[in-house]
């Protein structure tokens, strides 16, 4: 049994002394007071002896125990809220227990176990929610065969489900009624679900390649059946896909989503059952944006996948998160490249990993994908587990090969089907199968920290040989001073002055297989010999390995590779590295007092691009769309000042607006997609487009009385809190700008998704008076600290998305941020906590800034009664 706030390490990894076979639960529910009546029946391993049994509780109301039907005596067992442990049990190797508990779903405020949300009871078990509805083995290694029967008041539930197959229902005297749910599948704690209320439901059908027939359903809030569709048609299309793309078929006869309103995530793979936050199941043109379109598709589809990574190959332990998040994650990114538009998809996947991922990496909270310790696993769900356990999936892919990498992820579902597994299983997997000794490349998951390749480069004209230089390195992390070296895919181009492609051969001092250098060793001389020209270099190509490049590139060199790179991913960096470099000089100018002027190189380049009709639109609009403020801080690295950074940006911004006006008059006339509104890839790309060119005239010619029109007339959410969004931020406090946030207010009263897009967009108005803003909309009917999407889109994104408004040099904002977690905290620790990581860069603000920060932290931690999560967060940030 693992305390809260105690640390649990993976070294003392040991199996349980008991299995449990059968799980069978029933459930009486009322809102305060719930009985669960849950009988498992479990065989001794050989070798336990007569070890007690020690079963995990959190917040329990303890009721009853039978041990063998026999009412247990009190003086074999102790109980608390926190834990139940038994004595003197039968010496047979099977026996059963039976464990009445009360809970009160009404009062769940954490939002883990059962709980009501909008009056629907619902689960959320991941990680160790379950012992918060029975005492139980809850830990993912104990797989055991789930039967669930709920019984609840007809009028109050009419619907009722679990797992699996439902077997039975019926009715029960008083107006009750009751459902039977089997889950044939043996399946961990965790995955186990239970949904109960009056709910709409959409329903259709899907044929498994090998002719099965499933039956699809989709619950959501009566009379919002019609914004599930676009959700149902991404199902259908991530079942397809996982059949053809990796033979991954479904394996039960009915799947179910649920969409909640109150949901601490994203959403959750529970067998056949998965429940979602309903931002990521409803959608409609009026009230969805192409973004929230793309994120449900990415997620239904995550989640679906995890029926085969991680459902049935779950993890031994929660050391293992990653084994299941970064190969289900690897999945949907490439079902969304399939289904869109690949580079773009890699543009945008790169975007995220550097700006939440690098920095996770390089601040207090770093941690490997597979971390050693933990105080609190519900910490851990991060961009390092997620993200880059992803990366790494890929690196092996890019290492492999797609054929070797298919052909060990094939022997790891065969292998491993019905386990709980490692790391080390999987990745045994990929050495059996190919021959490749993979424990170099395993470091990717021990080690923390974003490795940097330090490159230089020498062209010999009369040899006609390159010679390039290249050096690993890892920056030290909390706890780890001293890295290993690692095995990294570079994958590289050369180009030759004419733009042509260069062909590498004769290469020595590395492994080279296709395009991808083996960077093994801390040093490589690698020397191409034959060159006829000096060549230009393209390094990370498709962003191969998650790393940091320094190499001194000069813009024409970029501008070169923008041109004419065929990688399309890297004509993208090309731009942005160019970009990027611009804008830290433009940073550098602006703390110096001097006038920024933004370089023709990267004017010409930026706006041949964006007029370069051969693009789609949507590489055309990434291209653009100049790296953010908090891009720039984390390459500037140290003693950030929000403000110069913001000063700077828009100077550059202004410059390039003043220069490309006719370019971005011509796409805002020309490009928006005719007709009715399409979620498609494309069509979302010439929006994304058109929205950026709309925001550079702002700068240039465009007054904020010609947005206003737009914004009133626009068909769709994506051009509405587009434009919204512009004059918003352009013209913080003018007239338009506060005329279009009442209307849309009072269009939107009704509809909180959508009004959690007018509290974000208020949230990130870059202006010091934004904190009085947000702590206005605080007291407004439309917030409400008991939902974590109202939470989320209003404190955090002023607290993630805002760096001017929020780091105030006075540390007012830090000051309302610690007083907002340390409330939040008492209701739901795991959000107070993740909301709190938005701080986790603030030892790289300048000095004003830093210590203010450190005395908001401190106040935080000074607190007695902070939960494990946040006081996990908060020290690791101190630290
Ligand atoms: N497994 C879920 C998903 O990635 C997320 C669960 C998050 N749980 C948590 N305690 N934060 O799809
Ligand atoms: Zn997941």
Request: overall charge negative.
């Amino acid at each position: 049994m693992s305390r809260p706030g105690q640390e649990v390490r993976l070294e003392d990894y040991k199996p349980t002394d008991f299995e449990i076979e059968t799980v069978d639960l029933t459930f009486r529910l009322t809102p305060s007071r719930t009985i669960v009546t849950n009988r498992i029946a479990l065989r001794r391993r050989s070798g336990g002896g007569n070890a007690p049994l020690i079963l995990d509780g959190d917040d329990l109301t303890f009721v009853d125990l039978k041990i063998d039907d026999r009412t247990a005596d009190s003086s074999r067992f102790s109980v608390s809220p926190s834990g139940l442990e038994i004595r003197d049990l039968p010496e047979t190797e099977f026996f059963t227990l039976e464990i009445v508990t009360e809970i009160a779903p009404a009062d769940n405020t954490k939002l883990m176990g059962l709980y009501r949300s909008n009056g629907i009871y619902c689960t959320q078990c991941e990680a160790e929610g379950f012992r918060r509805i029975t005492y139980f083995l809850d830990r993912p290694d104990v797989l055991a065969i789930y039967t669930t029967r709920i019984e609840a008041p007809i009028k109050e539930a009419p619907l009722l489900l679990s797992n699996g197959n439902l077997k039975e229902r019926g009715p029960l005297s008083e107006g009750w009624h009751y459902a039977i749910w089997h889950d044939p599948h043996p399946k961990p704690s965790y995955l186990f679900a239970l949904v109960a209320g009056d709910l709409a439901v959409v329903r259709d059908d899907f044929t498994t390649a090998s002719g099965k027939p499933v039956k699809l359903e989709i619950y959501v809030e009566h009379g919002k059946e019609a914004r599930a569709a676009y959700a149902m048609d991404a199902l259908k299309r991530s079942m397809r896909w996982d059949e053809e793309r990796f033979g991954r078929e479904y394996d039960l006869s009915v799947f179910m989503i649920v969409a909640v309103s109150d949901f601490n995530m994203g959403a959750m793979e529970n067998k056949g059952l998965n429940v979602f936050n309903d931002k990521y199941v409803l959608a409609d043109p009026e009230t969805a944006t192409d973004t929230d379109y793309a994120n449900i598709e990415a997620i239904i589809a995550h989640e679906y996948f995890h029926n085969w990574t991680g459902n049935r190959i779950t993890c031994r332990d929660w050391f293992q998160l990653c084994l299941k998040e970064g190969l289900t994650v690897y999945r949907d990114h490439e079902f969304s490249a399939d289904t869109r538009s690949r580079p773009v998809k890699r543009i945008a996947e790169v975007r995220l990993l550097k700006a939440h991922q690098f920095p996770e990496d390089s601040g207090p909270l770093a941690h490997p994908v597979r971390p050693k310790r933990y105080q609190e696993i519900n910490n851990f769900y991060t961009a390092t587990v997620y993200e880059k356990g992803s990366e790494v999936v890929r690196m092996l892919a890019t290492i492999l090969g797609a054929e070797a990498f298919k052909s060990g992820l094939d022997l790891y579902f065969e292998r491993h089907d019905g386990d709980a597994a490692t790391i080390e299983d999987f990745l045994t997997c990929f050495e059996d199968a190919t021959g490749t000794d993979l424990s170099q490349f395993s470091v990717w998951y021990h080690q923390a920290g974003t490795p940097v390749l330090t490159i230089g480069s020498r062209f010999d004209a009369s040899g006609r040989t390159l010679t390039v230089d290249i050096e690993q390195s890892v920056p030290p992390t909390p706890g780890e001073d001293r890295k290993k070296l690692m095995h990294i895919p570079l994958r590289m181009g050369l180009f030759d002055p004419d733009g042509g492609e260069i062909r590498m051969r004769d290469v020595s001092g590395i492994d080279i297989s296709g395009d991808v250098l083996h960077i093994t060793d801390r040093n490589h001389t690698v020397v191409f010999q034959n060159v006829q020209a000096r060549p230009t270099l393209s390094l990370n190509r498709s962003f191969s390995a998650p790393v940091n490049i320094r190499y001194e590139q000069s813009s024409s060199d970029l501008a070169h590779l923008a041109r004419y790179e065929t990688d399309t991913y890297s004509r993208w960096q090309a731009l942005n590295d160019l970009a990027t470099r611009e804008l830290i000089a433009a940073t550098g100018a602006t703390l110096g007092g001097e006038t920024v002027q933004c370089s023709n190189a990267l004017i010409d380049a930026l706006l041949s691009t964006v007029s370069d009709a051969r693009l789609e639109p949507a590489l055309r609009s990434q291209a653009i769309t100049l790296p953010g403020e908090a891009d720039i801080a984390r390459e500037i690295g140290t003693d950030i000042d929000p403000d110069a950074i913001f000063a700077a940006r828009s100077a550059v911004s202004d410059d390039i607006a003043r220069h490309g006006r006719d370019a971005f008059e011509s796409v805002v006339e020309n490009i928006l997609p005719g007709g009715r509104y399409s979620p498609d890839a494309e069509s979302a790309g010439q929006r994304a487009l058109y929205l950026s060119a709309l925001n550079y005239l702002t700068r240039a010619a465009l007054p904020p009385d010609a947005l206003l029109p737009i914004f009133r007339s626009a068909d769709n959410m994506t051009i509405m809190s587009g434009v919204l969004g512009i004059l918003v931020h352009r013209f913080p406090g003018s007239a338009g700008a506060e005329t279009a946030l009442a209307e849309f207010e009072l269009r939107f009263r009704d509809n909180p998704l959508v009004i959690d897009k007018w509290l974000a967009i208020q949230a990130t108005i870059p202006d010091p008076g934004t904190l009085e803003r947000v702590m206005r909309l605080m007291g407004t009917r439309h917030f409400s600290i008991e939902n974590p999407n109202r939470v989320r889109a209003l404190i955090g994104s002023f607290a993630a998305g805002n760096p001017t408004g929020f780091n105030l040099p006075d540390g007012t904002a830090y000051e309302f941020l610690a007083e907002q977690i340390i409330g939040l905290d008492k209701r739901n620790p795991q959000v107070a906590a993740r909301v709190l990581t938005a701080m986790r860069s603030w030892k790289s603000l300048e000095p004003i800034r830093r210590d203010k920060a450190r005395a908001a932290l401190a106040v935080i931690a000074q607190q007695s009664d902070l939960s494990p999560d946040v006081r996990d967060i908060t020290d690791r940030m101190l630290g």
